[in-house]
């Protein structure tokens, strides 16, 4: 495996330094073509076509014939867009001194819905090819977690009504780098009730995307797989203009209700973006009518404010508050009593088409959680006869995480079809938690209590880390990238605040530092306009975080059991090495899209049974540790998309995952089973509304990790249905059901219920169930 690594930076860092040292200046082309209409082959004139974030762009004439000279040589993604059509995109390549001829159609729509784009990334960061439209769009979900849940190869665990926290390919947690705008975000919460995407309302939400392997290595450090997330984008939004939308809805079962504004605007060099959101709701039931506590509220308020510094440069401060307030937790031992979360970021970017340096980005940023849990409605609450103890307990956990750090980017073209991105970017992570367990009468207490536990002693884990990224076509057919990142990792706690128990078990030597070297490389072939082919190879490393390395037996979320875990300072970096295979073809009326991977995890953390003792009474007996191991994977996605007429598109896509904990000798956590999705959309040219529906088959998974109290699940099937109709101008209406059978269905990767049985100190679990039957509606007004 070494050899592997070594062979993969090799190639990177060839690509990188080799490139033609001849000239420093860049030649130009130019690029022209005709846009006509898809339904009728008729010239559309006024249509937007433009090379996104850059300024080289026009619009189309009578004859819908468009001419943008002047562009540098290179490979860019040539987009087209006009009210009333679907959006369309093409990857072209400039030669220098040539012309590039291009013939676009776009297809006639009559109802646009306004929502956020969630989108695929394959090895080269290229978004996936897909037929027009054929990203996820939704106008209202209530989670971002389940809207990731319709992304092929991604799925997402519930432990309550919010917070879905997403799993890519079967990795979970810090193994997924996660990112607001550019700044990295982490849970507070020891039990992750708030997952990274947790503490942002979908409605501020313009897009999604995700990169399945470990590829995404310029974002930031650990990426074994990334999601990244961006909220509105001031360049986008006109001069002198000022827009907005007022959107409300309901959602039955759950009965949720909720309420979002957005109001954006640009007048000279100022630029602004102000969003707000509330939601709230109650308990569901599933498909067999049995209650599931799920209340919840949740207030937010998120702000944007730019500055032209010059004509190419802008300055932009960002700022971003929430809070959610007595949120259930039926997959947990506690309750949320309440999440604050703040987000301040300030950003300078600056960007032009010609010369060697072409764009720069440096930011700084601040993020903080403050979280409290307690059980104040959880059976630990009330008096059992038989339990030990037998008096009610009142538990409550105060956790924090503070997050500060900063990034600067650097995109160079050296020469013609180079482009090399060069930075460094830095993150310190602090986290601290304390549980306290006391009686809730005033009976007599044991010795020991109240017990007050650190969960962890005031961790804080810090990783800066320098990259280069080199792309270059190497002909019309052939494209390569090749990307370096060499990671400086210190892990540290407090001392002082140990337990006796830590220090005579675990270790006192808290501190930890690491040196980890990241590498990727990817090779595309584009043989015609209409086919892709692709291949990456990569490897990644993750540094422990917090929990894993100085937990003090607290449960732990990459089990199905409560059992108590204890952390391991001395952990080893988790290192993914992944190769990936990927066939797309993209023609007018059908798409098809083909990818397979194979990962092999050393160092992998995993845990182990020992025979120290449990902490609460009420834990089962065995307690674990983490530890080094290794594990495999392996997987495929596909999709097909086919436009029968205009208005009446159908879409199937499948996955399939397996992995395998080598270490323990059974399969990996939280392997999602064999599912395939059928959807059909109607949309007709000539009237304002559309009509989809989607179904959704799943198998049962009976390769589960016993040794985490992880049972089997039953396969489903579900059917959703919904609508939209632009009622007049501005003004649209979306409705429908979800699971409109009221099927009873679990999701594998969901959380136990750790009070489903007997309430001793070994009991066995049940998974929260999705809900039943949810009917829904949104109205939005757009200004």
Not at 395 to 408: C, H, I, K, L, Q
Not at 568 to 586: A, F, V, Y
Request: proline share 5%; aromatic share 10%.
């Amino acid at each position: 495996m070494f050899t592997l690594q070594k062979t993969i930076l090799a190639a990177c860092t060839l690509l990188i330094l080799l490139y033609p040292a001849r000239t420093f200046s860049q030649s130009t082309g130019t690029i022209s073509g005709t846009i006509t209409n898809q339904n009728n082959d008729r010239p559309i004139s006024d249509v937007n076509i433009f090379i996104p974030n850059t300024t080289l762009g026009t619009t189309t004439d009578a004859k819908g014939e468009f001419r943008i000279s002047n562009v540098p040589a290179g490979t860019y993604i040539l987009k087209a867009t006009f009210v009333g059509f679907e959006p369309t995109q093409r990857k072209i390549r400039v030669e220098s001194g040539q012309t590039t001829t291009v013939q676009l159609s776009m297809w006639e729509v009559s109802y646009e819905l306004s929502g956020i784009a969630v989108s695929a990334l394959r090895p080269d960061l290229e978004p996936e090819t897909e037929l027009a439209n054929q990203q996820v769009r939704e106008a209202n979900p209530r989670d971002s977690g389940e809207l990731l849940r319709v992304v092929a190869g991604v799925d997402a665990v519930r432990r309550g009504p919010i917070g879905l926290d997403p799993v890519v390919r079967g990795l979970r947690e810090t193994e997924v780098g996660t990112y607001l705008d550019g700044t990295r975000i982490f849970p507070a919460g020891p039990a992750r009730m708030d997952s990274s995407l947790s503490h942002l309302d979908p409605s501020a939400i313009q897009s999604m995307q995700v990169v399945k392997g470990p590829y995404a290595l310029t974002w930031g450090a650990g990426n074994l797989s990334a999601i990244r997330v961006e909220t509105n984008d001031l360049t986008n939004i006109p001069s002198h203009t000022t827009h907005g939308k007022i959107a409300s809805g309901f959602d039955s079962n759950y009965n949720a209700f909720e309420g979002t504004a957005t109001v954006s605007g640009k007048f000279d060099k100022l630029g602004y973006w102000l969003n707000t959101a509330w939601r709230e709701g109650s308990d569901y039931e599933d498909g067999n009518s049995t209650s599931v506590p799920a209340n919840f509220q949740s207030r937010e308020f998120r702000s944007k404010l730019s500055y032209a510094t010059s004509a190419n440069g802008r300055l932009t401060l960002g700022l971003g508050y929430q809070n959610q307030n007595d949120v259930n937790y039926p997959g947990r031992l506690l309750d949320a009593n309440y999440f604050d979360s703040y987000n301040t970021s300030l950003a300078w970017n600056w960007q032009q088409n010609i010369g060697l340096l072409q764009s720069i980005e440096i930011k700084a940023y601040y993020n903080s959680v403050d979280h409290a849990m307690d059980n104040d409605s959880k059976p630990t609450a009330m008096p059992m006869e038989g339990r030990v103890p037998p008096f009610a307990l009142d538990v409550d956990v105060d956790a924090s995480m503070d997050v500060a750090g900063g990034r600067a980017a650097f995109e160079l073209v050296p020469a013609d079809n180079w482009s090399i991105e060069v930075g460094a970017d830095i993150y310190s992570a602090n986290r601290n938690a304390v549980r306290t367990i006391d009686r809730r009468d005033e009976g007599m207490k044991p010795p020991a209590f109240p017990l007050v536990d650190q969960m962890w002693p005031d961790a804080t884990i810090t990783d800066a880390g320098i990259f280069t990224r080199a792309e270059h076509s190497l002909n019309s057919i052939f494209s390569a990238a090749g990307t370096v990142r060499l990671d400086f990792v210190n892990a540290t706690a407090d001392r002082n605040r140990i337990s006796d128990f830590f220090e005579q078990n675990v270790s006192t030597d808290l501190n930890h530092s690491e040196t980890n070297l990241n590498g990727a490389f990817t090779l595309s072939a584009t043989p015609g306009e209409h086919w892709v082919f692709s291949a990456g190879i990569g490897s990644a490393v993750r540094t422990a975080d917090a929990t894993e390395r100085y937990s003090d037996r607290i449960p732990a979320s990459k089990a199905q059991t409560s059992a108590e875990f204890v952390g391991n300072p001395g952990l080893k970096p988790e290192r993914s090495t992944q190769l990936d295979l990927w066939i797309e073809s993209h023609y007018p009326k059908w798409a098809f899209s083909f990818n397979t991977f194979t990962r092999y995890m050393e160092n992998y953390i995993t845990i182990r049974a020992t025979d120290l003792p449990k902490r609460l009474p009420l834990s089962p007996n065995t307690v674990y540790q983490y530890r080094n191991g290794e594990a495999k994977f392996w997987g495929l996605e596909s999709s097909l998309a086919y436009r029968f007429i205009s208005a009446l598109q159908a879409e199937v896509s499948g996955r399939y995952l397996w992995g395998q904990d080598e270490t323990v000798d059974e399969p990996a956590l939280g392997i999602s089973p064999f599912g395939v999705d059928t959807k059909m959309r109607y949309e007709p040219v000539d009237q304002r509304f559309f009509v989809e529906g989607v179904l959704h088959t799943v198998s049962e998974q009976d390769r589960v990790a016993t040794l985490r109290g992880e049972q089997p699940t039953d396969g489903y099937t579900t059917f959703d249905l919904k609508g939209g109709v632009e009622v007049v101008d501005g003004l649209s209406l979306q409705l429908g059901v979800n699971n409109i059978f009221n099927e009873r269905y679990v999701n594998h990767l969901n959380a136990n219920n750790p009070f489903a049985g007997m309430m001793m100190a070994e009991y066995s679990g049940t998974r929260i169930p999705e809900p039943g039957r949810v009917i829904f509606f949104d109205l939005a007004y757009t200004f």
